[in-house]
């Protein structure tokens, strides 16, 4: 693998930021949320765990790297239940990870900046945004995003952790119902919940140490959005065809839509990064 190469799925590659690829070039921030029409779960950040579960229900699930909580958007036969015709998101939040699309960041401590260029975001032309500025240095705007997606990074490894101790205190059951709904392949790891029952008659030592992790409120949260699963179904039902959202490549309409909102986009990030730093 290219030094300069990052891979973020099983098929797709981001280009780490450099002046001899990128030096010359320009980004448009993408128009619409057209790239998330396939998918149907996110990784989400510590921040966003509030937010996220008054709208729809999220999972916990074990990967190669540990615990994470997974927000669920739609299903793996049908995609994004979240999402309208012309691109728009109608959910009420929008996940984190989608607000800094399509920059990504690479392992480590350096964190350097990625870009994902099969998205068709790149120009060549000076009616996007630069990549540098004057001295040569990363943008302003692309710093900014780099912190964000930092923030995001953080924000999992923390709830990682409070998960663990979640499954260490013996809350965490299958959440078949979910499952179900989703209808993942067989070789995926399962979604989890907690069980409620063992919440409410865990022991004070458990209590206390899940409380020293952070955890408390976590579980609630969770608990919570179990209970956002109907939201979840009545997006579904109420979607009309996504025919032409779910053929169209990642930041349709970018060319011809303008940065209005893109820009909207970007403000979205913007906003989620203060409320991160407000609440780290």
Avoid at 24 to 44: E, I, Q, R
Avoid at 101 to 129: H, M, N, R, V, W
Avoid at 147 to 172: H, P, V, Y
Avoid at 198 to 216: G, T
Wanted: some cysteine; hydrophobic content about 40%; charged content about 20%.
């Amino acid at each position: 693998m290219n030094p300069e190469c990052v891979n973020i799925s099983a098929n797709a590659v981001a280009h780490i930021i450099t002046q001899s690829r990128h030096g010359g070039g320009t980004w448009m921030p993408p128009s619409d949320f057209h790239f998330t029409a396939a998918g149907y779960s996110v990784a989400l950040a510590e921040a966003e765990i509030a937010p996220f579960a008054d709208h729809l229900p999220f999972a916990f699930q074990h990967k190669e790297k540990g615990w994470q909580a997974v927000g669920i958007f739609g299903d793996h036969q049908n995609g994004n239940a979240c999402l309208t015709p012309a691109g728009q998101w109608r959910a009420g939040y929008i996940p984190a990870a989608f607000r800094g699309y399509p920059f990504t960041i690479t392992e480590g401590e350096e964190a350097q900046l990625a870009i994902l260029e099969s998205a068709e975001l790149l120009s060549g032309g000076y009616d996007g945004k630069a990549f540098f500025d004057e001295s040569g240095n990363l943008a302003p705007l692309l710093e900014q995003t780099r912190d964000f997606l930092i923030k995001i990074r953080q924000g999992k490894q923390r709830l990682s952790i409070a998960i663990q101790e979640l499954d260490t205190c013996g809350l965490l059951v299958p959440w078949k119902k979910l499952s179900g709904h989703v209808q993942a392949p067989e070789d995926l790891p399962p979604l989890f919940g907690i069980d409620e029952r063992r919440f409410k008659a865990l022991p004070d030592s458990h209590y206390i140490r899940l409380r020293w992790a952070n955890a408390i409120s976590l579980a609630y949260a969770q608990l919570h959005s179990q209970r956002k699963l109907e939201n979840l179904a009545r997006l579904r039902q109420a979607q009309p065809p996504q025919a032409d959202a779910a053929t169209a490549g990642p930041g349709a309409g970018a060319a011809t839509a303008g940065l209005t909102q893109g820009n909207e986009i970007l403000a979205l990030m913007n906003e989620e990064l203060n409320r991160m730093n407000e609440e780290g």
